[in-house]
């Protein structure tokens, strides 16, 4: 899944108004960030497979330190309690936590039986949603559109660019998701790692979006 991630970030919002978007988007994509650079270091492992699904070519047999259950509640634990460390807010380091936790759940919702239990994988997870397109696009839909409608309800432009980065950051996750889709598997799995590094660029974003915008204050409720 791509954009459901991205619209648990979004709609986390509301939930959390303090926490900025860009560590929204940090925990929600976390094992997905860490997930390239186990690639490039020989820890993890993918190979190109067309037919794999009819989604993804990836064949995603060898990612337990960020994919597996045990890790993503590893990796839930540890940012939750570091942002508590850090900002002190109970609500919000829980809110993070399951951001984080959040990805295995859509990931076990698309991916065929891929995910593993533990590190030493001999249990695996996944309805397989990847098995179909039409049901992969309304799910990511859904999700996505959903995250947009809370994010904007709890949150309004203090500028231009409070309104104008949020929409071209939509946008252009729309336009990548289909591209990604619909378009050539990747040339080989070495690209996929180095590529892979460009989520950063939307946690960067995202941080520079949150700073152009404000909590919406709720009306406070009228006294007798």
């Known amino acids: 899944m791509f954009l459901g991630h991205?619209?648990?970030?979004?709609?986390?919002?509301?939930?959390?108004?303090?926490v900025s978007l860009g560590t929204m988007v940090l925990a929600a994509q976390f094992v997905d960030l860490l997930w390239p650079f186990f690639l490039i270091l020989g820890i993890e492992h993918v190979r190109i497979?067309?037919?794999?699904?009819?989604?993804?070519?990836?064949?995603?047999?060898?990612?337990?330190?960020?994919?597996?259950?045990l890790s993503a509640l590893?990796?839930?634990?540890?940012l939750g309690l570091a942002y508590y460390f850090v900002r002190r807010r109970s609500r919000a380091s829980?809110?993070?936590?399951?951001?984080?936790?959040?990805?295995?759940?859509?990931?076990?919702?698309?991916?065929?039986?891929?995910?593993?239990?533990?590190?030493?994988?001999?249990?695996?997870f996944g309805l397989g949603l990847w098995n179909?397109?039409?049901?992969?696009?309304?799910?990511?839909?859904?999700?996505?559109?959903?995250?947009?409608?809370?994010?904007?309800?709890?949150?309004?432009?203090?500028?231009k660019v409070g309104t104008y980065s949020f929409l071209a950051f939509v946008v252009l996750l729309a336009?990548?998701?289909?591209?990604?889709l619909f378009g050539p598997p990747p040339p080989d799995e070495r690209s996929i790692a180095i590529?892979?590094?460009?989520?950063?660029?939307f946690v960067l974003w995202a941080y520079w979006i949150d700073r152009h915008r404000t909590a919406r204050l709720k009306p406070s409720p009228v006294q007798a």
């Open 6 to 18: 991205f619209g648990v970030a979004l709609g986390a919002k509301e939930a959390a108004p303090k």
């Open 49 to 69: 497979a067309p037919g794999n699904t009819v989604v993804t070519p990836l064949d995603f047999y060898d990612y337990p330190f960020t994919h597996s259950l």
């Open 74 to 78: 590893c990796w839930s634990l540890v």
């Open 94 to 124: 829980v809110v993070i936590a399951l951001c984080v936790f959040s990805h295995w759940i859509l990931d076990l919702i698309t991916h065929r039986p891929d995910l593993p239990l533990g590190l030493a994988g001999s249990v695996y």
């Open 132 to 159: 179909s397109i039409a049901g992969t696009l309304i799910a990511e839909s859904v999700l996505f559109l959903a995250g947009v409608v809370l994010y904007t309800r709890a949150t309004e432009a203090r500028d």
């Open 175 to 180: 336009i990548l998701y289909l591209l990604n």
């Open 195 to 201: 590529l892979g590094n460009g989520g950063w660029l």
